[in-house]
Each structure stands twice: as C-alpha cells, then as structure tokens.
C-alpha cells in the first residue's frame, strides 16, 4: 500500500541524510529518546545492525533491519514514547538535582556504623518510565542497603503467597501517624500497617510461616529473587553481612515488638519469632543502587510490568494494594504531609533511599544519606517536592481544570500541545471571539513593551511582532497600525510617571486568573520570540520577561528552560 510505504519512508528520512543512515545514527536516535539498544523490543533489530557494521544504510537495509520491529521504531522515530519530548524533561531533571544538591541539612542514620560512615555527600537521582526511557545523574550505582524501602516488596510478596484476607487478618491498613518503629498497636492488636516495624515484622512473620521447611536466608533469597525481576535485572541484588550482622546486634526495639506481637495476637502459625526477626532484618541488609531502584518502581508505576523486560512480575491488583500503602504510609511518620504537598506513593529508608512512583508514568530513585528528623532523605524529599512543583505528578493534579499553574505534563509533547492550542485560539479569534481577543491584545502589547526595554523601537523590531503575531496567534497586523501602536506607547512611556510596562504587568497579573495555561503560555511565548529575534536575549529583555512570567504566574524555571532551548539552538548553528 502507498500509505505505508510513505510511512515507512518517513521513517527512514528521520534519520537518514542523502539517502543513508548508520547504525551509529539509529543509536543515537533510541538513545536520544530515552531507550537502550539492549531494550528487550529491538533484539532483533541490534543483531541486525551489528551485522552492518559500518556500512552505510540505505532505506533497502534499514527496511530489512527494522521490519520485526516496526512498531517501536515508528514510536521511537516519531517520538510517541510515553514521554515525548525525552531530553527536554531530562533536562529539567537536571536543574532539580543541580538546585538540591547543595543542601546539607539532616544527618546519616547513626545506629549502626556502616550507616553512620556511609559518605553523606552521596547524592544520585534514577528515573525509568514506563517505557522503559531511562535517566541517571549522580551516584546512581552506589550499593546501598535498602532498609525500610524493602517493606513495600515483601509485603507485596506475602499477598502473593498468602492472599489479602489471610495478610490483612494479621496486619491492618491504617497509618499510625507515629514513629516507625513505636510499639503501639490498634485497638484489635494488629499493626497499623506493613510499612511500620511492627507491620513489616508481622508480614516477615507471615512469610515466614508460609514456608516452614526454608530457613530465613532462604526466604530472604526468594525475596530478592523478587527485586531482581522488579529491576529487570538491571545490576545485581546484593546482600551486605555486615549490615545484618550490626542489625541484629543493636535491634533491641525490634525484639521488643516481635515478642510484643507474640504475647498480644501471636504471630501467624506459631512461627519462630527469631526466624521472623531475620527475615525482617535481613531485608532491610538488602543492598541495591538508585539506578535498580528505579527500575522498580517504574515496574509498580507500570502495574507490574517491568518496563525493561516486558516481564509481568506482579499482579496488576497486587501492586494497587502496594501503591496505597506506600501513600499513606511510605514516608515514616511524615508520610501524611508527603501526600498533601507531593501526592505520590513513596517509600523511603534510613540508608537514605527514597523510592517513589508516579502511576502509569514513571518511576524514580533517589539516593542522599542525610536524614531529616523522620527518617528521610533531605536530599530526597526536596526532590520530589521540586519534581511535583513543576510536573502534574501530584495526584489530585487531574483536577486542575485547564489550570495546572503552568505545571508541564511531560507526557504530552510540547509541540503537539501548542500545535492543538494554536488552531483553536485561531480559529476563535477569526471569529471575533472575546477570549482569544483579549490573548493577542496582551501578546501583542507585550511584545511592544519587550522591544520598548532599551526606550525605543526598531523598524526590523516592528517586523518580527507582526510576523510572530501572524506565526502564533494566527493574526495579521497591518505594519502601520502597529506602528502606530508601538509609537503611542512609546510616547505614554515619556509622558507618564508610571512606565507603560508596569500598567500591562499589573494588567496581566489581574488577567491571568481569567486565563487558561495555554493562553498564558503564548503571551509569554510571544515575547520571548521578540525577545530572541536579534539572536541573544539582552539583560533588559530578561527582566521584562521575568516580570511578565511572575504576572502571568508561570513558573520561572518554565522560563529558564525556553531560554536554555533557545540558547541551544542558536549553539547548534
Ligand atoms: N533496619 C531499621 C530498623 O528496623 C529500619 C530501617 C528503616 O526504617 O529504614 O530499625
């Protein structure tokens, strides 16, 4: 069929130049976005490519390699990954962990000395979609033990053996709002929950006497087995000795709630209360790096699937139960301000992991020894915080009804956003319609204030506005009208005490609750098209444009990063 010769030929035209690519060209294409060569999609795709070697690729061979595996290279190739726009977000990332990492505050968990010696400098942040696009900055491949992040798992691993009702009898859902490691119970004597102490030496209790005829190590290796397929084998899952040896040494307060839970409930089938006791402590010995972390979670992110295999790991209604539970009890006693300001499952531990999911979406890791006074990476939950300032990541982000506060959703590609946004506002303003009126009226005057920055403005000045009113608000402007336009707010400037620019900021910042995101968004856009047009963005410029994105209440990082983009560009040339 022609169509779908045509499709293939824009396929290949993406990465081709006069008429051949390279297998270093297709890498660059898949690694642009996020993916490996080793993704589990493209095997056959790599053994062909290696077989071309360096050879040049004509659309003949590239059709031959990519054939069985059309469907993830059209998706690659035409950027429809669950993040489109991959280097863009990653470079947002990358300013977050850049803005985090001088922070010093808190300090390492002391109780044992491998935690207290552990280098408090550590600082690496991992992220994996659920398209498998990965991201690692930092010390991303430092082992660590995972401490309390292992209890979400091996909670998920008790509802796999032994089922909800069974687990549940003997372990309630509710967050305790107190210390991770407090003896107290609920009213029926159960745990509050699996992510607590008591909750998660219950659960090891419950495994436990789930299989009888295995010692705890052995368990324990079931259980890793488990993080090994939650990772998609990315790394090795270890076990550190010397970890479960100083916990077992110093774990008093955890012996105390063991016999506790016996005395009160019991624990499951009699089980032995020291067999549980190393279970729980040897999961919290399990040491893994921010990099695998992450993995895991985009696994829960992704219902259970690993992104990296394809593997079904975990059940779909096995990981919502996880999910919930790492929400409203993932964070220690701090978890209910957590979900107020961050509104994500997470779960961190006392080594300083934080490992958090963002449902259907990603998953992430982060690693930062200092703890704050609950148990949590400083490090670690400034990030997220950040993360969740500039993303739609929060839960209850949906709700924003067309105002998100300039939030960005990086699942959506910013050129297939502004592309669908443009046609309607055009569509609207050829009708004379009130809203889109009252957009070009404010893009247009601030773009004259841009210009109007250095006190005058210039003839070619005056032909970039009409041409970016015309290229994005799809409005043409006679060059006398704007002249006279532009001459008139010149001549207020000189008259009035108040300068012009400060009336249209105020005007905007009293407008902009009127306004949705994407119409803010192209005021500023157009500005800083002006603003850019002579090819670098003078000091006067910036300010305007800091001012005029603080009125419209758009983040100034949003900013930054159009600015970054430009600079880019212009670098590129
Ligand atoms: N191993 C610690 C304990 O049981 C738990 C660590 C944590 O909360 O991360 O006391």
Same mark, same amino acid.
């Given at each position: 069929m022609p169509e779908d010769t045509d499709r293939l030929r824009a396929l290949f035209d993406a990465v081709a130049t006069d008429g051949f690519t390279s297998a270093e060209a297709i890498h660059n294409c898949i690694s642009e976005c996020g #993916?490996?060569? @080793?993704d589990h999609r493209l095997r056959t795709m790599r053994t062909r490519l290696q077989a071309q070697q360096q050879r040049p690729i004509d659309q003949e061979a590239f059709t031959d390699i990519v054939r069985d595996e059309l469907l993830t290279v059209s998706r690659i190739v035409r950027r429809? #990954? $669950? $993040?489109? @726009?991959w280097p863009e977000f990653c470079q947002a990332i990358r300013r977050i962990y850049d803005e985090v990492a001088p922070d010093r505050s808190g300090a390492n968990a002391n109780y044992i000395p491998i935690l207290r010696d552990a280098d408090p400098e550590k600082w690496g942040v991992a992220l994996c979609s659920v398209d498998g696009q990965r991201f690692c900055l930092g010390d991303v491949d430092v082992y660590h033990s995972i401490q309390s992040v292992s209890k979400p798992l091996t909670y998920a691993y008790a509802l796999s053996k032994e089922g909800e009702e069974f687990t549940h009898a003997h372990v309630g859902m509710e967050p305790s709002g107190r210390p991770f490691n407090d003896l107290s119970l609920l009213p029926d004597l159960r745990p509050f929950n699996p992510c607590v102490n008591a909750g998660a030496i219950m659960i090891a209790g419950i495994v436990a006497s789930g299989s009888p005829d295995r010692s705890a190590r052995e368990v324990t290796q079931d259980i890793m087995d488990l993080w090994t397929a939650l990772c998609g084998g990315v790394g090795e899952v270890r076990f550190s000795e010397e970890t479960m040896l100083s916990e077992r040494a110093t774990a008093h307060n955890n012996f105390a709630i063991a016999y506790l839970l016996q005395g009160r409930k019991g624990l499951p089938r009699n089980v032995d209360l020291h067999k549980t006791l190393d279970i729980y402590l040897s999961c919290c010995s399990i040491e893994m790096t921010a990099s695998m972390l992450s993995v895991a979670a985009a696994t829960l992110a992704n219902g259970g699937v690993c992104p990296v295999t394809g593997v079904q790991v975990l059940p779909t209604e096995l990981v919502k139960r996880t999910l919930a539970v790492m929400q409203f009890a993932g964070m220690y006693d701090n978890a209910g301000a957590f979900t107020f300001s961050v509104g994500l499952p997470a779960k961190s531990g006392v080594a300083g992991a934080v490992m958090a999911v963002v449902p259907n979406l990603m998953g992430f890791a982060t690693f930062s020894p200092r703890l704050d006074a609950y148990g949590n990476s400083v490090r670690g939950v400034a990030f997220c915080r950040q993360l969740v300032d500039r993303f739609t990541f929060h839960v209850y982000d949906s709700l924003s009804g067309g105002r998100t506060g300039c939030k960005q959703d990086p699942r959506e590609s910013q050129r297939n956003r502004k592309h669908r946004d443009l046609s309607d506002l055009r569509w609207a303003l050829s009708y004379g319609d009130r809203y889109a009126s009252k957009v070009r009226d404010l893009a247009l005057t601030s773009m004259i204030d841009i210009c109007l920055g250095d006190g005058d403005i210039e003839d070619s000045e005056l032909a970039v506005i009409a041409s970016t009113l015309e290229d994005i608000v799809g409005s043409p402007i006679e060059v006398s009208e704007l002249e006279s336009l532009a001459r008139n707010r010149q001549a207020q400037a000189l008259a009035s005490a108040i300068p012009p620019f400060e009336g249209l900021v105020a005007r905007l910042a009293q407008e902009q609750v009127h306004l949705d995101d994407n119409a803010r968004e192209l005021i500023l856009e157009s500005a800083f098209r002006v603003a850019c047009a002579d090819g670098e963005v003078e000091p006067q410029e910036h300010e305007r444009l800091l001012k005029i994105a603080e009125a419209l209440a758009i983040h100034a990082g949003v900013l930054q990063l159009e600015i970054d983009r430009f600079q880019r560009k212009l670098a590129k040339r």
């Open positions: #993916l490996s060569i @080793d429809q #990954l $669950v $993040v489109p @726009d």
